[in-house]
C-alpha cells in the first residue's frame, strides 16, 4: 500500500500562510496526472474536498486554498489563514488501490 | 443538491454484524461509484471499498475483504454496507461518500454512522 506521510500539526498565526506537507512512499503522478487529493475536516463533522489532483481548487471554494506538487511530494497551502481554517488536513492519494489517506495535520493557532 | 443521508448510530456486540444505508438523491445514483470510508476514533481515514450501482461491481482494500459487503438499491438510491464478526476495532464513524464521475477523488460525503461494538 501506498503511505502518505503529514506531519501531526502545524501552528499559524491568523492572516498568515500555513504549507501543509504530504510525502508519498511512492510515486502517485502519472505523465498526464497527479493523483493526490485533500480534504478538511473540522470537528464533528465530515470531511469535505478541497484540492483534487494536486492542484484544482473543488468548487465554491476560496482561492486561499491551494494545491500544488508531483511524484511524491505535495503541498496545501492556504493563505491567508483565516479562523473558519482551523481543522485537521488529509491527503489521499487515488493513484493505486487500496486508496489511502496520510494522518492529517491539524492546523492550530499560534 | 447532492445529499447522502446515512442511517444512525448503532451499537452491536463482538461478533455480530452490523448493516448501514446511505440514501443518495441530487444526482443520477447510477452513474457515480459509492466509496465508504472508515475513521476510527480521532484517527485518519481509512478507504474500506466502493461499488458501482449500475452494475453492482465492487473493490475492495484486502483489510476489508471477506468481512464488508457492499449493494445496493437502485430505487430508492440507496447504498448498503455491511460488516461482519465485528471486533472493538470496528468501533469508528463510517461514511458513505461518492466518487467522481470523471476523477478518482471523493466530492461529496455522508454525515457519518457512528457504530459501537460492545458487549
Known amino acids: 500500500d501506498i503511505v502518505l506521510t503529514q506531519s501531526p500539526a502545524l501552528a499559524v498565526s491568523l492572516g498568515q500562510r500555513a504549507t501543509i506537507s504530504c510525502r508519498a512512499s511512492q510515486s502517485v503522478s502519472t505523465s498526464s496526472y497527479n493523483f493526490m487529493n485533500w480534504y478538511q475536516q473540522k470537528p464533528g463533522q465530515q470531511p469535505k474536498l478541497l484540492i483534487y489532483?494536486?492542484?484544482n481548487l473543488a468548487s465554491s471554494l476560496p482561492a486561499r486554498f491551494s494545491g500544488s506538487g508531483s511524484g511524491t511530494d505535495f503541498t496545501l497551502t492556504i493563505n491567508p489563514v483565516q479562523a473558519d481554517d482551523i481543522a485537521t488536513y488529509y491527503c489521499?492519494?487515488?493513484?493505486?488501490?487500496?486508496?489511502?489517506f496520510g494522518g492529517g495535520t491539524k492546523l492550530e493557532l499560534k | 443538491q447532492v445529499k447522502l443521508l446515512q442511517s444512525g448510530a448503532a451499537l452491536v456486540k463482538p461478533g455480530a454484524s452490523v448493516k448501514m444505508s446511505c440514501k443518495a438523491s441530487?444526482?443520477?445514483?447510477?452513474?457515480?461509484?459509492v466509496n465508504w470510508v472508515k475513521q476510527s476514533h480521532g484517527k485518519s481515514l481509512e478507504w474500506i471499498g466502493e461499488?458501482?450501482?449500475?452494475?453492482?461491481?465492487?473493490k475492495f482494500n484486502e483489510n476489508f475483504k471477506g468481512r464488508a459487503t457492499l449493494t445496493v438499491d437502485k430505487s430508492p438510491s440507496t447504498a448498503f454496507m455491511e460488516l461482519s464478526r465485528l471486533t472493538s476495532e470496528d468501533s469508528a464513524i463510517y461514511y458513505c461518500t461518492r466518487r467522481d464521475y470523471y476523477g478518482s477523488y471523493i466530492d461529496f460525503w455522508g454525515q457519518g454512522v457512528m457504530v459501537t461494538v460492545s458487549s
Open positions: 489521499q492519494q487515488t493513484r493505486e488501490l487500496p486508496r489511502t
Open positions: 489532483e494536486s492542484s
Open positions: 441530487g444526482y443520477t445514483f447510477t452513474d457515480y461509484w
Open positions: 461499488i458501482f450501482p449500475n452494475s453492482g461491481a465492487t
